[in-house]
């Protein structure tokens, strides 16, 4: 019997750990969760010399937990002056409207602020805020993505024209 709860003990940690159980002091319900993929552009390409540069970054949502909003996209740009290969760990804020494929329900904006940090060889991106008009107002949301960072050989030359991040969206934490 000690064994089934300390195993018990063990999934529900690790359940909590990774996010699939929320904790008690939760304040809202998740009202959907979906897996996230998304490509940045930048134009002109990132080095490690400082220059204004646009960006433009694509979304894809999709294995959503919504019935109503399955699946989903959005496009975010923008100009950053003073942008390197490593300028992509600074924070900053935004905007996104998510347009679900179902087109009977309406986007939803998703206004956050968003902090970058090295995990492995990899960057994460985390965009926390609240969904501030259309479907799934006035719901906290969460984005968390996932790519690795620019390469160093390209950045030093060329220079990195292109970036893809894997991850989630939560709404309703």
Same mark, same amino acid.
């Given at each position: 019997?000690?064994?089934? #709860?300390?195993?018990?003990?063990?999934?529900?940690?690790?359940?909590?750990?990774?996010?699939?159980?929320?904790?008690?002091?939760?304040?809202?319900?998740?009202? =959907?969760? &979906?897996?996230?993929?998304?490509?940045?552009?930048?134009?002109? $390409?990132?080095?490690?010399? $400082? #220059?204004?540069?646009?960006?433009?970054?694509?979304? =894809?949502?999709?294995?959503?937990?919504?019935?109503?909003?399955?699946?989903?996209?959005?496009?975010?740009?923008?100009?950053?002056?003073?942008?390197? &290969?490593?300028?992509?760990?600074?924070?900053?804020?935004?905007? #996104?409207?998510?347009?679900?494929?179902?087109?009977?329900?309406? $986007?939803?904006?998703?206004?956050?602020?968003?902090?970058?940090?090295?995990?492995?060889?990899?960057? =994460?991106?985390?965009?926390?805020?609240?969904?501030?008009?259309?479907?799934?107002?006035?719901?906290?949301?969460?984005?968390?993505?996932?790519?690795? =960072? $620019?390469?160093?050989?390209? &950045?030093?030359?060329?220079?990195?024209?292109?970036?893809?991040?894997?991850?989630?969206?939560?709404?309703?934490?």
């Amino acid at each position: 019997m000690r064994h089934i #709860r300390t195993a018990l003990a063990i999934v529900v940690l690790h359940l909590v750990v990774v996010g699939l159980v929320a904790p008690a002091t939760a304040h809202a319900a998740v009202d =959907q969760e &979906c897996v996230l993929s998304e490509v940045i552009t930048y134009d002109p $390409p990132l080095t490690d010399t $400082p #220059r204004t540069v646009t960006f433009h970054v694509s979304g =894809q949502l999709f294995n959503c937990t919504s019935s109503s909003a399955s699946t989903g996209s959005y496009a975010e740009s923008g100009t950053v002056t003073g942008a390197t &290969c490593s300028g992509t760990l600074s924070p900053g804020s935004g905007i #996104r409207v998510f347009t679900w494929t179902n087109g009977a329900i309406a $986007p939803s904006t998703f206004s956050y602020n968003r902090t970058a940090t090295r995990v492995g060889g990899n960057i =994460q991106v985390v965009a926390v805020g609240s969904i501030t008009s259309g479907t799934f107002t006035p719901d906290p949301a969460k984005s968390v993505g996932l790519g690795a =960072q $620019p390469d160093p050989t390209a &950045c030093a030359t060329t220079g990195v024209s292109r970036l893809t991040a894997a991850g989630s969206v939560t709404i309703g934490l």
